[in-house]
């Protein structure tokens, strides 16, 4: 928190610099995420992303460019548009099978083609820990977006490195870059100051409505400065709090997964040894 507190003047000059070039004053808080005003943006099939997936893995780190390479021949994306699909992506490992598959819905976009380097991140975590004991291989949320944002941001180096790449190409990317560091910077520090300064209060008794927004506005106030034209009462209500989910996390998973176990003991499924074989994998050690 000391190490954002001190950087948080680089991502507030990059809002004021946004601001201006979306005409505004300041911004408001429902123009945080908002695009840059340029030309439409290419439409990228499929084909394409694959391969500027790859090239940027390649250029880097040849085991996450291969890792890669192996889930389109596995056919391990779930990557078209149909009917119903909900937009987004996300990754899903199997401790069974030991593999990861890849649900997203690609629509030709440049931020598809990041969301999918994300998720190939994520797939490639799991596979660095398939053969780990299952309580091994736990992590905090601090770590799970570890490996995806560095396949990520493989990406955008990529780009901006590409001498080819054109003036809209490289403010996209870049734009993108530094929309994310407001949120590391700013949006996610400032929802821990807040939430920080509920536990404590709450502690010696309940908080009003207009207590609790109080709050926030004081912790916006706090980690965007005068970057905002108005701080947001209700800018919290809409994510989970990632405190909560810290306190929560290991109660639940203990109990989730001795639910499971006890399903599994009672269940008449095949509990042999060589369970993995008609997968052509050996069993990994638990």
């Not at 505004?24 to 005003?37: I, T, V, W």
């Not at 009917?83 to 987004?88: D, E, F, M, T, V």
């Not at 091994?136 to 780009?159: C, K, M, N």
């Not at 920080?196 to 502690?203: G, I, P, T």
Request: charged share 20%.
């Amino acid at each position: 928190m000391a190490v954002a507190a001190a950087r948080k003047a680089v991502a507030q000059r990059y809002l004021q610099r946004k601001a201006q070039l979306l005409g505004r004053e300041k911004l408001g808080s429902q123009n945080l995420m908002a695009s840059l005003p340029l030309a439409p943006s290419e439409r990228v099939n499929w084909a394409e992303a694959r391969t500027r997936v790859l090239s940027a893995f390649e250029s880097f780190y040849l085991d996450l460019a291969r890792f890669a390479e192996m889930n389109f021949e596995q056919d391990w994306i779930d990557y078209s548009p149909r009917l119903g699909k909900r937009p987004g992506g996300f990754c899903s490992t199997s401790s069974i099978i030991r593999q990861s598959r890849i649900f997203m819905t690609y629509n030709e976009t440049v931020g598809d083609i990041s969301t999918f380097a994300h998720e190939l991140g994520h797939a490639f975590h799991g596979w660095l820990m398939r053969d780990m004991r299952p309580w091994a291989r736990r992590y905090p949320l601090t770590l799970a977006e570890t490996a995806s944002t560095f396949a990520e941001q493989l990406l955008t180096d990529a780009v901006l490195t590409n001498p080819a790449a054109t003036p809209a190409q490289r403010a996209l990317v870049l734009d993108s870059r530094m929309q994310d560091g407001a949120v590391f910077l700013h949006n996610i520090p400032m929802r821990f100051s807040f939430e920080k300064v509920v536990y404590a209060e709450r502690a010696q008794g309940e908080l009003s409505v207009s207590r609790l927004k109080a709050l926030m506005r004081e912790a916006q106030q706090e980690w965007y400065g005068d970057c905002l034209a108005q701080t947001n009462s209700t800018l919290g209500s809409g994510l989970p709090s990632c405190i909560f989910i810290l306190r929560m996390s290991a109660s639940t998973i203990f109990h989730t997964r001795l639910a499971i176990c006890s399903a599994w003991a009672s269940s008449p499924w095949p509990k042999k040894k060589d369970q993995h074989s008609s997968l052509g994998m050996k069993p990994s050690s638990v």
